[in-house]
C-alpha cells in the first residue's frame, strides 16, 4: 500500500511537470508567433508604403509632363478624355484623375469646365466636378 501511494504521488508531481512543459511550451510558441507576425507585418507595410511611393511618383510624373503640355497649348475635351482615358489605364491603382484649375486664377464670374475620369463597373467613366459642386464659388477675383 505504501508503494502504491507513493507510486501515485509519483505520477501526480510527473503529470505536474510535464503539464506545466507543455505550458511553457505553449506560451513560447505564442509569444514566437506573435513576435514572428508582427515583424512581418511591420516588413509587409514597409514594402507596400515603398511600392506606393514609388508608384505615386510615376504618376507624378506623367501628370506633370501632361499639364506642362497644356500649358503649352489648348488642348480639346475629346483629347483630354483620351489622355485620361490611357493613363487611368495604365495605372489601374488609381481611382480617378482630375483635371481643375489653379484657385484664384480667375475672376469669381467666370465658370471653370472641369473633367474627371475614374472607374465604374471596370470601365473609365467621365463626368464632371461642376455635376457636384461649384468648385469656383467663394473663389476671390485676381
Request: one cysteine or more; glycine letters at 0%.
Given at each position: 500500500m505504501k508503494h502504491a501511494k507513493s507510486f501515485y504521488k509519483s505520477i501526480l508531481l510527473a503529470s505536474i511537470v510535464i503539464t506545466a512543459i507543455c505550458l511553457f511550451k505553449l506560451?513560447?510558441?505564442?509569444y514566437q508567433s506573435e513576435t514572428h507576425a508582427t515583424a512581418r507585418a511591420k516588413q509587409v507595410t514597409k514594402d507596400a508604403a515603398v511600392m506606393i511611393e514609388v508608384k505615386l511618383k510615376e504618376v507624378e510624373r506623367d501628370i506633370?509632363?501632361?499639364?506642362?503640355?497644356?500649358?503649352?497649348?489648348?488642348i480639346s475635351d475629346a483629347e483630354t478624355q483620351k489622355e485620361f482615358e490611357k493613363r487611368i489605364r495604365a495605372n489601374k491603382a488609381l481611382f480617378g484623375v482630375v483635371i481643375a484649375y489653379a484657385p484664384r486664377q480667375f475672376l469669381p464670374t467666370e465658370k471653370l469646365h472641369s473633367v474627371y475620369a475614374s472607374w465604374k463597373n471596370e470601365e473609365v467613366d467621365f463626368s464632371t466636378v461642376e455635376k457636384s459642386y461649384d468648385y469656383t464659388d467663394g473663389m476671390p477675383s485676381v
Open positions: 506560451l513560447f510558441f505564442y506633370n509632363s501632361y499639364a506642362a503640355a497644356c500649358s503649352v497649348k489648348s
